[in-house]
């Protein structure tokens, strides 16, 4: 079966950085875009960015400029650098899979925990 696994996750003072990895079994990884997400206690969850089959990549306002969404289709994994970070990007952080010309994201990982301390 499909499994993503997000490890990386972690405390890191503000204004420091975190390199988050997916891991991805069970699936044929170069056709499918990879997604990041987040999602904090209380709030719904976030779309952060996403790397098509052909490495383009499309970020949400809110990271744009400081996180950076990376691929390695030799070994599976999708990875998610974060730098300048701050308290409010405390969240859960989860990868998934869509398939290329799907709207919805079909798999999911399990998620890390991000802890950003001012």
């Known amino acids: 079966q499909v499994q993503l696994v997000e490890s990386g996750g972690g405390l890191v003072q503000a204004g420091g950085s975190l390199r988050l990895s997916c891991a991805a079994s069970g699936l044929t990884f170069n056709s499918w875009t990879m997604g990041w997400f987040r999602q904090a206690p209380g709030k719904e969850r976030e779309f952060l960015g996403a790397?098509?089959?052909?490495?383009?990549?499309n970020y949400a306002d809110s990271v744009k400029g400081r996180f950076t969404i990376s691929r390695d289709n030799a070994k599976n994994t999708v990875s998610l650098q974060m730098n300048s970070l701050k308290p409010e990007d405390t969240a859960v952080y989860h990868c998934a899979a869509r398939s290329a010309f799907a709207r919805d994201y079909a798999y999911w990982g399990q998620g890390t925990q991000v802890t950003v301390s001012s």
């Open positions: 790397i098509t089959t052909g490495g383009s990549t």
